[in-house]
């Protein structure tokens, strides 16, 4: 579960040239950038032969993916409200991996987070909406932040499998969802499609101006950049990525680990809590059974494939959200079932976590290779390579 | 029919249930017990056993025979094993992504191939009637075994047995405990967990091809809720011993069959909590049997997962 | 990926390929084109087949575009569907047919595209709703009490088992008048009815079928998206079955007793000819087996003569419009009084809508 410590590169001993350096940083950077993109590249290119071999076109898929996804404003909008929902999924995988920990459990955060902000709507209808509803999305963060915090604690303080725990429990979240949306909190005019009460439409969200998608979108970005920041730019961050590569060292440093894990897990089920927060006051106007949409399990493909960089988690979003919105036209256009999707994102994230490997070792992006060629070409012919 | 057995048709029902419903779980965390013995874990079993579910299905719709089924399940459960495998022996790829990876793209090509094989019927595989001595149905019902489930009941003897008695159980322990020793006994690591990943992928093939071929029996999108993840948890909580997961699987099982039978004797407030139980009980004993300051008992030392 | 799994691969991709029927993209000016929005797969021995059953046989149809999408689920998804729909394929009438489409979403389209004409399966619609929605719906309830004489004269054991999802009305009602079509035949019979709590899932619907029948239950039936579940694992115990949705006979050909199926394809017609005629599909359309919106399965063989003969005659009082299924003097499960005597509701009663009781008899709660 832990991630393996980046080998730290071979310094060669003659000084590179300022040149150099500079292609060294270049190397290095783009190394990040084009691995993944080339992997799902390759990906797609393997989606192609996949197609072509059951006589469909790839052409066409690509076409239809481009239609469908991005070449329009109404495509881009599609896409664009899918991403919304996976952007706080992708965190909540993102926040406990810097720190070793694969949750796969976000959807019930959603479902809970959503569950509970439509449940505070009642007591707080009294108030003005705008601090009812920040007040809404605090209760969700809350209880997100509980759910998936109660992973990290199992995990830190008993030693318990947070892959698994964090499954069990969004199992037990959505039974208790509907428990609670059949019960307790059922509207009883939610005759055939049990609800809980409507927010009412004062605590609805209006839609962003400009590109009519909901506020989810917004503040995923900003929930995003704000990881972000947390992640690479804070103590704290630096601290959980120490002890997400090595929790001995980070016990020897005096790192509070355990606090770590709790802080990290909770953050991140308060953000996917607020994917069901914005499901409920900007979408479907109650919390009800269709809360629980498989947001949370697209949300771990997002995380992986954008390497569990929450900067990275906005454009693969944006890309899946695209590859979703296409999928109706694949089924209307190319006669494909809707499964097709699946296969598509299966075999990219197999080719992108593949790709892992390439890390640090195409002669393209090491320097340090570029200096061991150099002294290798500058041996005696016949000197094993 | 016998008339009303009250609370004791719940029992029934539950030993019914269990020998029903445990044995995906039974093959899945046998398969995955080899594969964490060897020190990896494959959380693609659950996509493994969805596409053992079809492809059993759709060979026993093509050829008639439900047992050319099993056997398609099981080629193409390790088919996804050795692809697990083989992705994970690069340097650097986490084994966890890899099984999410494996687990959406193993359901994805079901479903994908799968859309024309919901409508025909497959001949079931052939049930065992054990409880041919009693003369009350429900019990007879109970006790009709499937072949599937013995094997899976011997395998995990075996397994078991196998994994202390025999140089190829020996040596996946090894290289699940320490792949450095393993290295200097001259073992390729690769290697053995490549192939304890190909035969954990057959056993959830196989897994798969129980839930098409006999119980529920019929093939639709919806016929895995979950058992192939699930089965990897019991891995853990059955200490990654063969005979423990046989218990454990049956527990599960048991536990899934209270639902509906309390609802038949007239329990019928909070089904949605009963339904539950096998998530909760797990969850409880997982909590109850980890420890913060050791490694599980019994697991290989080279598991990510108990790192 | 192993070589033989490629190899299946071809073999598998080969019949899928057989199985879908191709669909020519051209359109002619003046052709109407209708889209049609499934939850689930459309081909799934239930709800999501009825419709799409009714779809595949409309595409004969002089001038018209069939386009349909399947595992649409019900969050706003469905709306960009609707969209991509009118916007993509040019569709004008738009059908999306899960309970759950209805409302935002398909209301919302409505208003953003009033020049299309949206009609959902469900009957939701009410006047205060855009005049270009409406809703459609059949009253499945009489299907049901047809299959509860069948089950009445099949049963030995006197108890009948029904799987249902969820506790709601539409599903509250078909228990009902299973359970009194039963009882019409003999009073005391009972039906136990065990909820799984989800529309679709297989293996807790054979669990529920097998504690049902371990309860003594001699013929099931269900209210699921997709009752193949349950009539197979039925039929396998010996227990006789009762269909629903669509024809289930061809899964147990011998102990099939009959089925309440939707037939969805005079109400589509009738929108599709009403907008090629240039008007104004109606907005609220309901009715049962006199309107041919249910219909039922051909009686399988377990069914007696005097079963076929008494069915018959119900089925030939309903066709006359108004028979009242729940009808006093009614109690329910718990003793309270439903109904008193000489009081009824016929099938197009609006009481029908809201009920939330299990009636004397039925062994479940609410």
Same mark, same amino acid.
């Not at chain 1, 393209?364 to 002294?375: C, E, G, M, Q």
């Not at chain 2, 025999?166 to 490549?194: E, F, H, N, Q, W």
């Given at each position: 579960?832990?991630?393996?410590?980046?080998?730290?590169?071979?310094?060669?001993?003659?000084?590179?040239?300022?040149?150099?350096?500079?292609?060294?940083?270049?190397?290095?950077?783009?190394?990040?950038?084009?691995?993944?993109?080339?992997?799902?590249?390759?990906?797609?290119?393997?989606?192609?032969?996949?197609?072509?071999?059951?006589?469909?076109?790839?052409?066409?898929?690509?076409?239809?993916?481009?239609?469908?996804?991005?070449?329009?404003?109404?495509?881009?909008?599609?896409?664009?409200?899918?991403?919304?929902?996976?952007?706080?999924?992708?965190?909540?995988?993102?926040?406990?991996?810097?720190?070793?920990?694969?949750?796969?459990?976000?959807?019930?955060?959603?479902?809970?987070?959503?569950?509970?902000?439509?449940?505070?709507?009642?007591?707080?209808?009294?108030?003005?909406?705008?601090?009812?509803?920040?007040?809404?999305?605090?209760?969700?963060?809350?209880?997100?932040?509980?759910? &998936?915090?109660?992973?990290?604690?199992?995990?830190?303080?008993?030693?318990?499998?947070?892959?698994?725990?964090?499954?069990?429990?969004? +199992? &037990?979240?959505?039974?208790?969802?509907?428990?609670?949306?059949?019960?307790?909190?059922?509207?009883?005019?939610? @005759?055939?499609?049990?609800?809980?009460? #409507?927010?009412?439409?004062?605590?609805?969200?209006?839609?962003?101006?400009?590109?009519?998608?909901?506020?989810?979108?917004?503040?995923?970005?900003?929930?995003?950049?704000?990881? +972000?920041?947390?992640?690479?730019?804070?103590?704290?961050?630096?601290?959980?990525?120490?002890?997400?590569?090595?929790?001995?060292?980070?016990?020897?440093?005096?790192?509070?680990?355990?606090?770590?894990?709790?802080?990290?897990?909770?953050?991140?089920?308060?953000?996917?809590?607020?994917?069901?927060?914005?499901?409920?006051?900007?979408?479907?106007?109650?919390?009800?059974?269709?809360?629980?949409?498989?947001?949370? +399990?697209?949300?771990?493909?997002?995380?992986?494939?954008?390497?569990?960089?929450?900067?990275? &988690?906005?454009?693969?979003?944006?890309?899946?959200?695209? &590859?979703?919105?296409?999928?109706?036209?694949?089924?209307?256009?190319?006669?494909?079932?809707?499964?097709?999707?699946?296969?598509?994102?299966?075999?990219?994230?197999?080719?992108?976590?593949?790709?892992?490997?390439?890390?640090?070792?195409?002669?393209?992006?090491?320097?340090?290779?570029?200096?061991?060629?150099?002294?290798?070409?500058? @041996? #005696?012919?016949?000197? #094993?390579? | 029919?016998?008339?009303?057995?009250?609370?004791?048709?719940?029992?029934?029902?539950?030993?019914?249930?269990?020998?029903?419903?445990?044995?995906?779980?039974?093959?899945?965390? !046998?398969?995955?017990?080899?594969?964490?013995?060897?020190?990896?874990?494959?959380?693609?079993?659950?996509?493994?056993?969805?596409?053992?579910?079809?492809?059993?299905?759709?060979?026993?719709?093509?050829?008639?025979?439900?047992?050319?089924?099993?056997?398609?399940?099981?080629?193409?459960?390790?088919?996804?094993?050795?692809?697990?495998?083989?992705?994970?022996?690069?340097?650097?790829?986490?084994?966890?992504?890899?099984?999410?990876?494996?687990?959406?793209?193993?359901?994805?090509?079901?479903?994908?191939?799968?859309?024309?094989?919901?409508?025909?019927?497959?001949?079931?595989?052939?049930?065992?009637?054990?409880?041919?001595?009693?003369?009350?149905?429900?019990?007879?019902?109970?006790?009709?075994?499937?072949?599937?489930?013995?094997?899976?009941?011997?395998?995990?003897?075996? !397994?078991?047995?196998?994994?202390?008695?025999?140089?190829?159980?020996?040596?996946?322990?090894?290289?699940?405990?320490?792949?450095?020793?393993?290295?200097?006994?001259?073992?390729?690591?690769?290697?053995?967990?490549?192939?304890?990943?190909?035969?954990?992928?057959?056993?959830?093939?196989?897994?798969?091809?129980?839930?098409? !071929?006999?119980?529920?029996?019929?093939?639709?999108?919806?016929?895995?809720?979950?058992?192939?993840?699930?089965?990897?948890?019991?891995?853990?909580?059955?200490?990654?011993?063969?005979?423990?997961?046989?218990?454990?699987?049956?527990?599960?099982?048991?536990?899934?069959?209270?639902?509906?039978?309390?609802?038949?004797?007239?329990?019928?407030?909070?089904?949605?909590?009963?339904?539950?139980?096998?998530?909760?009980?797990?969850?409880?004993?997982?909590?109850?049997?980890?420890?913060?300051?050791?490694?599980?008992?019994?697991?290989?030392?080279?598991?990510?997962?108990?790192? | 990926?192993?070589?033989?799994?490629?190899?299946?691969?071809?073999?598998?991709?080969?019949?899928?390929?057989?199985?879908?029927?191709?669909?020519?993209?051209?359109?002619?000016?003046?052709?109407?084109?209708?889209?049609?929005?499934?939850?689930?797969?459309?081909?799934?021995?239930?709800?999501?087949?009825? /419709?799409?059953?009714?779809?595949?046989?409309?595409?004969?149809?002089?001038?018209?575009?069939?386009?349909?999408?399947?595992?649409?689920?019900?969050?706003?998804?469905?709306?960009?569907?609707?969209?991509?729909?009118?916007?993509?394929?040019?569709?004008?009438?738009?059908?999306?047919?899960?309970?759950?489409?209805?409302?935002?979403?398909?209301?919302?389209?409505?208003?953003?595209?009033?020049?299309?004409?949206?009609? /959902?399966?469900?009957?939701? %619609?009410?006047?205060?709703?855009?005049?270009?929605?409406?809703?459609?719906?059949?009253?499945?309830?009489?299907?049901?009490?047809?299959?509860?004489?069948?089950?009445? /004269?099949?049963?030995?054991?006197?108890?009948?088992?029904?799987?249902?999802?969820?506790?709601?009305?539409?599903?509250?009602?078909?228990?009902?008048?299973?359970?009194?079509?039963?009882?019409?035949?003999?009073?005391?019979?009972?039906?136990?009815?065990?909820?799984?709590?989800?529309?679709?899932?297989?293996?807790?619907?054979?669990?529920?079928?097998?504690?049902?029948?371990?309860?003594?239950?001699?013929?099931?039936?269900?209210?699921?998206?997709?009752?193949?579940?349950?009539?197979?694992?039925?039929?396998?115990?010996?227990?006789?079955?009762?269909?629903? /949705?669509?024809?289930?006979?061809?899964?147990?050909?011998?102990?099939?007793?009959?089925?309440?199926?939707?037939? %969805?394809?005079?109400?589509?017609?009738?929108?599709?000819?009403?907008?090629?005629?240039?008007?104004?599909?109606?907005?609220?359309?309901?009715?049962?087996?006199?309107?041919?919106?249910?219909?039922?399965?051909?009686?399988?063989?377990?069914?007696?003569?005097?079963?076929?003969?008494?069915?018959?005659?119900?089925?030939?009082?309903?066709?006359?419009?108004?028979?009242? $299924?729940?009808?006093?003097?009614?109690?329910?499960?718990?003793?309270?009084? $439903?109904?008193?005597?000489?009081?009824?509701?016929?099938?197009?009663?609006?009481?029908?809508?809201?009920?939330?009781?299990?009636?004397?008899?039925?062994?479940?709660?609410?």
């Amino acid at each position: 579960m832990v991630a393996d410590a980046a080998v730290a590169p071979v310094e060669t001993a003659d000084p590179p040239a300022r040149g150099l350096q500079a292609r060294a940083w270049l190397a290095r950077r783009s190394e990040a950038f084009l691995i993944p993109v080339g992997a799902a590249l390759a990906g797609f290119v393997l989606f192609g032969l996949f197609l072509a071999a059951l006589g469909k076109s790839p052409l066409q898929f690509v076409d239809i993916v481009y239609r469908g996804g991005f070449g329009s404003s109404f495509a881009l909008g599609n896409s664009l409200q899918r991403a919304a929902p996976l952007l706080f999924a992708a965190l909540c995988v993102a926040l406990p991996a810097r720190l070793g920990l694969v949750v796969i459990g976000g959807e019930g955060a959603i479902v809970l987070g959503g569950l509970s902000a439509a449940a505070a709507a009642q007591p707080l209808a009294a108030l003005p909406p705008a601090l009812a509803i920040p007040l809404m999305a605090l209760a969700a963060a809350l209880v997100g932040a509980v759910w &998936i915090g109660a992973v990290g604690f199992l995990q830190a303080y008993r030693g318990v499998n947070a892959t698994i725990s964090s499954l069990l429990l969004s +199992y &037990i979240a959505i039974a208790l969802s509907n428990h609670l949306i059949e019960g307790w909190l059922r509207d009883p005019a939610s @005759l055939n499609k049990p609800s809980t009460l #409507p927010v009412g439409d004062a605590f609805m969200l209006a839609p962003m101006p400009g590109i009519g998608v909901h506020w989810g979108l917004g503040v995923g970005v900003l929930s995003c950049l704000v990881a +972000y920041v947390l992640m690479d730019r804070t103590t704290l961050g630096f601290a959980a990525r120490i002890a997400g590569g090595n929790v001995r060292a980070a016990q020897i440093q005096g790192l509070p680990v355990g606090r770590l894990i709790v802080g990290f897990t909770a953050l991140g089920g308060a953000f996917a809590a607020l994917a069901g927060f914005f499901e409920v006051v900007a979408v479907q106007g109650t919390a009800n059974g269709t809360l629980a949409a498989g947001y949370g +399990y697209t949300g771990i493909l997002v995380a992986f494939l954008a390497r569990q960089n929450p900067i990275a &988690i906005m454009p693969v979003a944006f890309l899946l959200g695209g &590859i979703e919105a296409s999928s109706g036209l694949i089924q209307r256009r190319m006669q494909l079932p809707d499964a097709t999707v699946l296969v598509l994102e299966g075999l990219l994230f197999l080719v992108v976590l593949a790709s892992e490997t390439l890390y640090g070792r195409l002669h393209l992006f090491s320097p340090h290779l570029w200096a061991t060629k150099r002294a290798a070409a500058a @041996l #005696p012919a016949g000197a #094993p390579a | 029919m016998s008339g009303d057995l009250g609370l004791w048709s719940v029992l029934i029902a539950v030993v019914g249930g269990a020998i029903r419903v445990s044995t995906p779980f039974l093959f899945v965390s !046998l398969g995955e017990t080899i594969t964490e013995r060897s020190g990896r874990i494959n959380l693609g079993l659950e996509g493994t056993l969805v596409f053992g579910a079809m492809s059993a299905y759709a060979t026993a719709v093509l050829t008639g025979s439900p047992w050319a089924g099993v056997a398609v399940a099981g080629l193409a459960g390790g088919a996804f094993g050795l692809l697990h495998g083989f992705v994970c022996r690069l340097p650097r790829v986490n084994d966890v992504a890899v099984g999410i990876a494996l687990m959406l793209f193993g359901t994805g090509l079901a479903f994908f191939f799968g859309k024309a094989f919901i409508q025909p019927s497959a001949p079931p595989l052939p049930a065992i009637p054990f409880g041919f001595w009693s003369d009350v149905p429900q019990i007879q019902a109970a006790l009709r075994v499937n072949v599937l489930f013995l094997v899976g009941a011997a395998l995990a003897v075996f !397994l078991w047995w196998a994994f202390r008695n025999t140089k190829a159980g020996l040596i996946v322990r090894v290289v699940g405990d320490s792949a450095d020793a393993a290295r200097a006994m001259g073992y390729d690591v690769d290697r053995v967990r490549l192939f304890a990943t190909a035969a954990g992928g057959v056993l959830a093939g196989i897994g798969g091809a129980y839930l098409s !071929l006999y119980y529920p029996g019929s093939w639709n999108e919806g016929i895995s809720s979950g058992q192939g993840l699930m089965a990897v948890a019991l891995v853990i909580f059955a200490r990654w011993n063969p005979l423990a997961c046989f218990a454990a699987a049956l527990l599960f099982g048991g536990a899934g069959a209270l639902g509906p039978a309390l609802q038949s004797v007239g329990v019928t407030q909070g089904y949605y909590l009963y339904y539950a139980a096998p998530y909760v009980l797990t969850l409880a004993l997982l909590i109850a049997t980890s420890s913060p300051d050791r490694a599980l008992a019994g697991a290989p030392g080279e598991l990510s997962l108990s790192k | 990926m192993a070589d033989h799994s490629l190899s299946r691969r071809h073999l598998l991709g080969g019949a899928a390929a057989l199985a879908l029927t191709p669909l020519s993209r051209a359109r002619a000016a003046g052709t109407l084109t209708a889209g049609f929005i499934y939850v689930g797969p459309k081909d799934d021995y239930g709800y999501n087949q009825a /419709h799409a059953l009714a779809a595949k046989a409309l595409k004969g149809m002089p001038g018209l575009e069939v386009t349909e999408e399947e595992r649409v689920p019900e969050t706003n998804a469905v709306e960009k569907t609707m969209e991509s729909m009118i916007n993509l394929d040019g569709a004008t009438l738009l059908l999306p047919t899960s309970f759950g489409h209805y409302s935002p979403y398909m209301v919302a389209e409505a208003k953003k595209n009033p020049k299309i004409q949206f009609r /959902h399966c469900g009957g939701l %619609w009410t006047d205060k709703d855009p005049k270009n929605a409406g809703s459609y719906f059949g009253y499945i309830a009489q299907g049901q009490y047809l299959n509860g004489i069948a089950a009445g /004269h099949a049963t030995k054991s006197k108890k009948l088992g029904f799987v249902a999802a969820k506790p709601i009305p539409q599903v509250l009602n078909n228990i009902n008048a299973f359970l009194l079509g039963a009882q019409s035949v003999d009073p005391s019979i009972t039906c136990q009815v065990i909820f799984t709590g989800e529309w679709s899932l297989a293996v807790k619907e054979a669990e529920a079928t097998n504690a049902l029948i371990d309860g003594g239950a001699d013929v099931v039936t269900c209210h699921v998206d997709s009752p193949k579940v349950t009539v197979e694992t039925a039929a396998r115990r010996g227990a006789f079955v009762c269909g629903y /949705h669509v024809d289930q006979s061809p899964l147990a050909p011998q102990k099939y007793l009959t089925g309440a199926e939707w037939n %969805w394809l005079p109400i589509y017609k009738g929108f599709v000819e009403a907008m090629q005629a240039g008007k104004v599909p109606e907005n609220f359309v309901r009715g049962g087996l006199a309107d041919g919106y249910v219909k039922m399965s051909p009686y399988g063989p377990g069914v007696s003569d005097a079963a076929r003969k008494n069915a018959d005659a119900v089925k030939a009082e309903m066709m006359k419009g108004g028979y009242q $299924i729940i009808k006093g003097p009614l109690k329910d499960n718990a003793g309270k009084e $439903i109904l008193a005597a000489g009081k009824g509701y016929p099938e197009k009663a609006a009481e029908l809508e809201s009920t939330n009781y299990l009636v004397a008899g039925v062994k479940g709660s609410v």
